[in-house]
């Protein structure tokens, strides 16, 4: 069986997160612009709507350099890694990942 764990982790591509935090972020700076907008009255209300719909922006910068980060990770590990070296669980696992490799 080649997952005898059964557990698989569906992690979306670097530039799908990308353009959905882009996406989800604009959408929600501009709704919290509007509330912000339609609850204020007074003027000096206004600059406190414009910091405050600034905050998803902030939430969507911050998700976005994680992605970069894992991404830049991702490739540093795959810049050092060596099949020889790679830790199975079982010798089963190592013959299954090495005749992977060598069919693909």
């Known amino acids: 069986k080649a997952n005898p764990a059964g557990k698989i982790v569906l992690a979306p591509l670097y530039i799908e997160a990308i353009v959905s935090s882009t996406m989800l972020g604009s959408y929600a700076v501009v709704v919290m612009f509007w509330l912000t907008q339609a609850m204020s009255v007074r003027l000096s209300f206004t600059y406190a709507g ?6 998803p922006a902030y939430i969507a910068f911050h998700f976005l350099r994680l992605c970069t980060r894992q991404k830049m990770q991702l490739v540093a590990e795959l810049k050092s890694f060596d099949v ?10 190592r013959e299954f990942v090495f005749e992977g490799i060598t069919t693909w």
């Open 50 to 55: 414009y910091i405050l719909s600034l905050i």
């Open 84 to 93: 020889e070296l790679a830790e199975c669980r079982s010798p089963y696992d």
